[in-house]
DNA sequence: CATATTCCTATTGACCTGGTAGGTTTTTTG
DNA sequence: CAAAAAACCTACCAGGTCAATAGGAATATG
């Protein structure tokens, strides 16, 4: 398993957002209702996305979330690479990666490389806006 | 992180196991410390890959582990299967999917299917030989 | 001030991962 | 025949991750 709750809520959340995409900002608690996700765990995952800026929250009465920009700019690869760390296939690629010693000799090291490289592309050639129309 | 060491491990041996091809039967401590990998621990995943008859072994002295093909027949895909349960992306898709309520209305379900697909056909179009040949 | 919201930190139970431990069975060899 | 070497089997364990829950603090509105 590649992708936890973590990063499919969070893709789901950033859905729901770009579908009342121009209706101002959209409480949570809403969303949560929506998608029937627990609130207060969404609350532990929306904090990367708006510390990058691709979403933003006011508080206080009459907040909420909404899209910094349209659903045409976001990449389903930057919204999963956020909130799942990396795409990374193996542990020897990726962002915490520690060099394997065993990297020269390794057989296998570029076919991992290859897939890394597949599946950066694969959700990056995918945005917001294309997933609301079903594409 | 999508492979764990069970399947990374398992395709190491299987690469080990190919590259001896011909020379009998090679016993599995001998490739565990070729491999710097726990004997103890591959004694553990190996069994699947015998039980589909990816591999023999005869126990006793001067036995050991065999290929039962050639490099050039064993698809990575399977190995990775066999060993990992399976490759897909997300929770409700592969094996042990029960099926999600959402899935009708669900704007991401394609693209995880697209994806798992992808990622298939990718493992299923590397064999051993080609690893072994560096391809 | 009451309310509604984001924001923050700690905790928890279940499961998974990577590995260890301690054998039993089978076969070959000296 | 006895010893050694190998596969095979089952239980256990420490650490981490996951998915969530709990309980608030800060902030803004009306």
């Known amino acids: 398993m590649m992708i936890s709750t973590r990063g499919r809520y969070a893709l789901r959340v950033m859905l729901d ?3 009342h995409h121009g209706e101002g900002y959209i409480p949570m608690k809403v969303v949560a209702g929506r998608q029937n996700i627990s609130l207060k765990y969404l609350e532990r995952i929306l904090p990367v996305l708006t510390r990058n800026h691709l979403i933003e929250g006011i508080q206080g009465k009459g907040g909420g ?3 910094t920009e349209e659903p045409a700019k976001y990449r389903v690869g930057d919204i999963l690479r956020l ?3 990396d795409l990374a296939p193996v542990a ?3 962002s915490g990666a520690k060099a394997c010693e065993r990297a ?3 057989k296998t090291l570029p076919m991992w490389r290859k897939f890394y490289r597949i599946t950066n592309e694969f959700f990056d050639g995918i945005t917001l806006a294309e997933l ?3 594409i």
Do not use: F, H
Request: charged letters at 30%; aromatic letters at 6%.
């Open 17 to 19: 957002l770009a579908e």
């Open 65 to 67: 979330y909404r899209l």
């Open 83 to 85: 909130t799942e760390g």
């Open 92 to 94: 020897c690629l990726g």
């Open 104 to 106: 020269d000799s390794c």
């Open 132 to 134: 609301l129309d079903n």
